[in-house]
């Protein structure tokens, strides 16, 4: 009974006790959640466009954050320096097209999703071996991104709201918005939505593929960009974001590998739910629950719902 | 011209069910088991036996298993690595409890208990396919590296956290600790191999074997005629799980000789072991050795053959290159053969047959 | 037994009031018909009728929302694909739908599942009872690639094979269940005249040497004229007429959905 009062009882009567504490563990959930969406939208629009299961976009953001620190530190202006670092990520995205995609065409999905494995190790390598290997600074202030907190009274105690993770939010929904616009109003997001339905179909009416692709994972990378800026200002730039990239998987499970809105919103029950987990129950089991409650969260949803969260009916033929 | 089936004839089904029907391979396969068995021990460098072949023959069994899986029954998996490390952890307890039983009965045995494990990690496969299974399968290797660290118990509360591998004989010989001699460590590994690759073999040229293709190549079709979704995908994981802990514990036991599971039951792994068996070929059990092969001793090759070539390397340039080199190499590959290097192997030995001809 | 015998035979199969949908999409309404033991039974009916709903129906793999199936006396109205393939239901595919990476052997040899029970461990070592289990099915299936005319590719890759001896590999693998009831599905979509004769020439020859029940979709009618003993026609998920072929070729409603009404 002390076993289930624990579980089932005791942490809500913590999160009663200290109101304030509890929106704290929210606010920071969703922050992380947010993180967690930018990455599973850069891999949901490349899977759209592509049916690629892309598992470098974890290394993406990480190479792409890394690059731009890297350059600033060679002395690069951080306007220069963040010019450029599109420039790369464009031809990265043309080189993948080019190296990768191109000769792999039509080839089983595995295959491809294998092959992305190859890009991860390339760009752990390239990356390790031009700017080295040590976790970095986020030049956040010359990116003109804010510091500091901002407490707030609330609940009988205080609230903090890191200035940067307001802007992460702020950021993200813009960025999104963006997308959203760009998908449904320009000629080449109409190309974009048609290759998603069908290559084939896409292909008799004239789109080129190629294009279409090297747009899509230059979007992918732009999403990276921005999304390592943003870790990095909350940590720092390092190779361990890698293994917390891999977060995104469970994010794309609950949302479903094309949906936009799901990545969105899988992104923020995750991070809520991970968090508010580790806090509540973590300590029952000694803590660290952090590292596969996602997993497990996703996993459970998924035995009811098989499609993901806003995915339709599966309906089998033969 | 050498190899040839010509003039071998077939009067009964049993030959002609046989897993080598043709005379020539016979004899490759029994002079591979002689170098094996017979010439590496006997003249093998410690360099070869600890460097190169012990941890190929652990990687060959781990990919097989995953082989099984995957390229079987069609069902990826991220969690091979701990499904490894149960194992491990398996032989740990089983062989502190019960010291008086030999150490390679345990190491057998343990297999059962990953086995088990799999099982449990496969129920979601009957509702979750493709991608979706993969993730899933992430769920088991965080959660139960996750045990791997928090659960005292497991590792006997030792204060480094870590497997502790004890002295244990075969025979009155050392095979693990810290006495037991590279050649006894790789005599017991390699039978193991040799045995569990047979079984393998037997498995999936049989009914199994191909209940489980049918339901990677066409499920719904398996199931209309008969073929149960649920126990075929099971069982698979339980194969295939069985392997990956057997490989497990052989890879603490006679090759580590003790260590911790965040090193190496982690994802990265999981993944190297998924790449052994794209890189060897899905569903061929050559193709897994092939893979192991390449992937094991890639860094190996790639840290002396460089230098070899006049190309200095310095500690972090060279893991850097490597990288790089093994990234390129993956993708290289995948373009030049995505069915593997078995396939190359059929291909040359398509071509062997028709020589000197071109046709 | 002659074909007039099995018109008044007793009843293998029965359709009762199935009505099945998907979501809103009403795939069949209200059907009711049956098939006797040893006839060839047609199911004709412009695209979209519900011929291969109906055929997942019977083998269990579409659960219909009303309705009953009774087969050799046991009624139900769902049932897993499983156990129908237990009870003697085999069928071939719309679409092909063969093991492709397997060759033409070890797939037909995958219709035998059912029939082998040598246990885990036998399979383990593929000695004793299991190479045993295994050369007596080895026998089974060479009849039946004998009777099927495909020797020369007994070991080629199904998916390599040109289609129309892929579905002459697939009626293999589903005779190879030894089926009381054999679901066909177009068995002759897409092939040429000569591939047709010969697939019809199967068909007979299954129903006669065999016995078995056959009930086939087919839209070549001169086909269906000829191999069936009885037709029932589908439309809009509806049930437009039952009888023989020429009973059929008469009905004023099958006439009009097949010529189109004037209005």
């Known amino acids: 009974m002390d076993i289930l009062f624990k579980v089932l009882i005791d942490p809500f009567l913590q999160m009663g006790a200290m109101p304030d504490l509890f929106v704290q563990t929210i606010w920071d959930g969703f922050v992380t959640g947010v993180l967690y969406a930018l990455i599973a939208l850069g891999f949901v629009l490349i899977f759209k466009a592509s049916g690629v299961f892309n598992f470098a976009q974890g290394i993406m953001v990480v190479f792409a954050g890394l690059t731009l620190v890297g350059l600033y530190e060679m002395g690069l202006p951080a306007p220069l320096a963040l010019l450029v670092t599109l420039g790369v990520m464009f031809v990265l995205a043309l080189a993948i097209e080019r190296v990768v995609l191109r000769p792999l065409v039509n080839q089983p999905d595995i295959i491809l999703f294998m092959a992305t494995f190859g890009i991860t190790y390339f760009l752990i390598g390239l990356g390790e071996l031009i700017f080295g290997g040590n976790p970095k600074q986020m030049i956040t202030d010359q990116l003109f991104l804010p510091r500091g907190a901002i407490e707030v009274k609330m609940l009988g105690g205080f609230v903090q709201f890191q200035k940067i993770d307001i802007a992460a939010a702020v950021i993200a929904v813009v960025m999104i918005v963006a997308l959203a616009v760009f998908f449904q109003k320009t000629r080449i997001g109409r190309a974009l939505r048609a290759v998603a339905d069908s290559h084939k179909a896409a292909l008799s009416v004239g789109i080129s593929l190629n294009q279409i692709w090297v747009i899509v994972w230059f979007t992918a990378g732009i999403v990276a960009l921005v999304t390592g800026i943003m870790w990095g200002a909350r940590s720092d730039v390092s190779f361990g974001l890698q293994v917390i990239a891999l977060k995104a998987l469970p994010v794309l499970i609950l949302g479903g590998f094309t949906s936009v809105p799901g990545a969105i919103v899988g992104g923020l029950i995750i991070g809520i739910g991970e968090k508010l987990g580790e806090f509540y129950w973590g300590p029952l089991v000694g803590g660290g629950i952090e590292s596969w409650l996602a997993y497990c969260i996703a996993l459970g949803f998924l035995l009811f719902r098989p499609q993901g969260l806003f995915g339709d009916k599966i309906i089998e033929r033969i | 011209m050498f190899y040839r089936e010509t003039g071998q004839f077939k009067t009964n089904y049993a030959d002609d069910m046989a897993v080598f029907p043709i005379l020539q391979d016979r004899i490759g396969i029994g002079l591979i088991l002689a170098v094996a068995f017979v010439l590496i021990p006997l003249t093998g460098s410690n360099f070869l036996l600890s460097s190169v072949m012990i941890p190929f023959l652990v990687f060959s069994l781990a990919s097989i298993g995953l082989n099984i899986l995957t390229g079987y029954t069609g069902l990826i998996s991220l969690g091979t690595g701990a499904f490894m490390g149960v194992g491990a952890y398996a032989c740990y307890k089983l062989t502190t409890l019960f010291p008086e039983v030999n150490i390679v009965v345990w190491i057998v045995m343990s297999g059962f208990v990953s086995a088990l494990v799999g099982v449990l990690f496969g129920l979601p496969s009957l509702r979750i396919k493709g991608f979706y299974l993969a993730v899933a399968t992430l769920a088991a290797q965080f959660f139960l590296q996750w045990c791997f660290t928090r659960i005292p118990w497991l590792y006997n509360y030792n204060t480094s956290g870590a497997i502790e591998v004890g002295q244990r004989t075969l025979f009155g010989i050392d095979v693990t600790g810290a006495k037991a001699s590279l050649e006894a460590r790789y005599m017991v590994l390699l039978t193991l191999v040799t045995v569990l690759t047979w079984v393998a073999s037997n498995l999936m040229h049989g009914r199994i074997g191909r209940s489980f293709m049918a339901v990677r190549d066409m499920d719904i079709a398996a199931e209309l005629m008969g073929i149960d979704l649920l126990k075929t995908k099971l069982l698979a994981f339980a194969v295939s799980s069985y392997y990956a802990g057997v490989a497990g514990a052989a890879m603490m036991f006679l090759w ?74 993956i993708i290289f590959f995948l373009i030049v053969e995505p069915h593997g290097l078995a396939r190359l192997w059929q291909i040359g030995k398509q071509k062997l047959r028709m020589w000197p001809f071109p046709y | 037994m002659t074909r007039e015998s099995i018109q008044k035979g007793e009843v293998l199969l029965a359709v009762d009031q199935v009505s099945l949908s998907f979501g809103g999409v009403k795939a069949i309404t209200d059907v009711s018909f049956d098939i006797r033991k040893g006839e060839i039974r047609a199911i004709i009916g412009p695209n979209g009728a519900g011929k291969t709903s109906m055929l997942n129906v ?89 009777f099927l005319e495909i020797q020369a590719i007994r070991k080629v890759p199904v998916g390599k094979l040109p289609y129309g001896l892929q579905k002459r590999v697939e009626l293999g693998r589903a005779l190879a269940m030894e089926p009381d009831l054999l679901l066909l599905d177009e068995p002759m979509a897409g092939m040429n005249l000569e591939e047709k004769e010969d697939m019809s020439r199967f068909i007979i020859d299954v129903n006669t040497q065999y016995g078995t029940t056959i009930a086939l979709i087919e839209h070549d009618m001169g086909v269906v004229m000829d191999l069936s003993d009885r037709v029932v026609v589908l439309e809009y998920g509806r049930k437009l007429a039952d009888g023989t072929p020429d009973e059929v070729k008469a009905d004023q409603n099958v006439i009009d959905a097949y010529l189109g009404v004037a209005h």
């Open chain 3, 58 to 146: 019977i083998n269990g793999f579409y659960h219909p929302q009303q309705g009953k199936i009774t087969f050799k006396g046991q009624t139900r109205s769902k049932m897993r694909p499983s156990v129908a393939a237990a009870q003697g239901i085999a069928r071939t595919f719309q679409n092909v739908a063969l093991f492709k990476g397997m060759s033409t052997l070890d797939n037909i040899m995958s219709g035998r599942t059912l029939k082998m029970h040598s246990n885990f461990f036998w399979q383990c070592l593929r000695h004793g009872p299991a190479m045993d289990e295994e050369i007596r099915h080895r026998e089974f299936v060479e009849d039946i690639i004998d």
């Open chain 2, 256 to 329: 580590y000789g003790g260590g911790e599971a965040n090193d190496a039951f982690n994802i990265n792994q999981s993944f190297l072991i998924l790449f052994m068996v794209i890189i060897g070929g899905l569903g061929s059990l050559i193709g897994s050795f092939f893979g192991a092969a390449f992937i094991s001793m890639l860094p190996t090759v790639l840290k002396f053959g460089l230098p070899a070539l006049g190309i200095p390397l310095a500690g972090a340039t060279a893991e850097h290159l490597t990288y790089i080199l093994v990234g390129a190499l």
